[in-house]
Structures are given as C-alpha cells and as structure tokens.
C-alpha cells in the first residue's frame, strides 16, 4: 500500500527556517506529482504546494509565495518543503499529499499522517 511518511517538524522561532521530508513508497514516486497541505487548528485544510511529477511546474498557495519552497529526488522517492521566515502563523500539522493536482484537498488521493510545526513569537 502507499505510505507517505513526514519527518522535520519541530519548534522554530519566528523568522527561522525548516525543512520538511516526506518518504514515499508502494506508488511509482516519479511518475507522480507531490505536495503540501497544512491544517492549524480549528481551520481548514489549507494549500501550501504541489510539484509536477517532473519537477518542471510548481505552484504554490498564496500565504507561502515567497517563503516556502517545494523540491523533489525521483532518485529517493522523497518530495521537500523548505520553509523561511516562518511566521507564527505558519503553525500548523504539515501534511505530505500524492497523486493529484490542484489546491483542494479532495484533489488528492494519498496523504501522510502529518508533522507538527509550531512557530513562536
């Protein structure tokens, strides 16, 4: 079965950076496009990015434009999202998505168990 597994989260101060991983398996990871979604709590689902299975087309959602940046390695089946200036807004479990394209979370077939990322001011 497909599994996408996270790894990175953690407490950072405002203004810091991050690198999120997520590992995926049991799907043909280069032929699949790749991306984040992020829930703060009592919010929805909200888009962060997603990267074409090529690596050739990116797009990112509004309130990380700038900020964050999404990368993939076909070679380890692993898609990034390297964050800066993170904001105390930023806060939120981070969740790795496969298979899909789009902004909506229904876009998508495969999602990580997510990752804790928690900003302070």
């Known amino acids: 079965q497909v599994q996408l597994v996270e790894s990175g989260g953690g407490l950072v101060q405002a203004g810091g950076s991050l690198r999120l991983s997520c590992a995926a398996s049991?799907?043909?990871?280069?032929?699949?496009?790749m991306g984040w979604f992020r829930q703060a709590p009592g919010k929805e689902r909200d888009f962060v990015a997603v990267i074409k299975w090529s690596g050739d087309s990116i797009v990112y959602g509004d309130s990380v434009l700038g900020r964050f940046t999404i990368s993939r390695d076909n070679a380890k089946n692993t898609v990034y999202l390297q964050m800066s200036s993170l904001k105390p807004e930023d806060t939120a479990v981070y969740y790795c998505?496969?298979?899909?394209?789009?902004?909506?979370?229904?876009?998508?077939?495969?999602w990580g168990q997510g990752t804790q990322v928690t900003v302070s001011s």
């Open positions: 998505v496969g298979r899909g394209w789009g902004s909506r979370p229904r876009d998508y077939d495969y």
């Open positions: 049991g799907l043909t990871f280069s032929m699949n496009n």
